[in-house]
């Protein structure tokens, strides 16, 4: 079975700094893609970043970036330049090509310290 | 472009009084659509999914229910709700027999259930 695994319940950063959030993943498919969502206090859900697992080049949107290894079925998220606005809740999330579903993590609540 | 609307964004129900949610999306053909609950601080739990009218597939059983009575509508249903059945509901649509799409989510609907 597939699953997604946020090993970091709650995190916290210093406005500025930069935080990486790890995530893994279990899966015995080679054609798959990688989400992060992004869940802030008004709990509606974002999409930050997304990685077909075809691709070595890793995903990059402005300050968010991740850390892409296959074979290690590894899948983080780095926040650069942290700001207040980017506390919230972030899960990591998985898609077989094929599947109509989306496998989500149990989330990651980034705290930012001003 | 396309635009998901979820609607009430709050409601309180008595225990055993029937529930109907609604949710639409706009700017798409033939979506994929789905159900998901959270509770308070928790991950997301899948509902229901749908690939098309009348197509409906329960995730897990419960005392809730689904409907798509029409291309871009879902509805999710209740006869009687219990006090468990109180969460945050997300709704979510993404493009259909295209692998790997992200889902995008409406704002949500709190639910509490007295």
């Known amino acids: 079975a597939q699953t997604v695994t946020q090993s970091q319940p709650e995190m916290s950063v210093q406005e500025a700094e930069t935080v990486t959030l790890s995530c893994t993943y279990d899966?015995?498919?080679?054609?798959?893609?990688l989400f992060w969502y992004k869940q802030p206090p008004s709990r509606q859900m974002i999409l930050v970043i997304r990685?077909?697992?075809?691709?070595?080049q890793n995903a990059t949107e402005n300050r968010f970036s991740v850390n892409f290894q296959k074979a290690a079925k590894s899948f983080s998220l780095k926040i650069s330049d942290s700001q207040l606005g980017d506390a919230a809740m972030y899960f990591c999330a998985y898609r077989i090509y094929r599947d109509d579903k989306i496998i989500f993590g149990k989330g990651t609540r980034l705290h930012i310290l001003p | 472009s396309q635009t998901i609307h979820q609607w009430p964004a709050t409601l309180v129900q008595p225990v055993g009084s029937p529930l109907s949610l609604e949710c639409t999306v706009e700017g798409t053909s033939n979506p994929n659509l789905y159900w998901y609950r959270q509770a308070a601080g928790r991950g997301l739990q899948l509902l229901f999914y749908?690939?098309?009218?009348?197509?409906i597939s329960s995730e897990v059983p419960q005392n809730l229910s689904a409907s798509r009575p029409q291309d871009r509508q879902f509805i999710l249903s209740s006869k009687k709700l219990l006090l468990s059945d109180s969460g945050f509901y997300l709704c979510?649509?993404?493009?259909?027999?295209?692998?790997?799409?992200?889902?995008?989510f409406g704002d949500g609907t709190r639910l509490s259930i007295l």
């Open positions: 899966t015995s498919e080679s054609d798959y893609y």
């Open positions: 990685q077909e697992a075809y691709k070595q």
């Open positions: 749908s690939v098309g009218i009348g197509q």
């Open positions: 979510a649509w993404s493009v259909r027999d295209r692998g790997g799409q992200p889902q995008h």
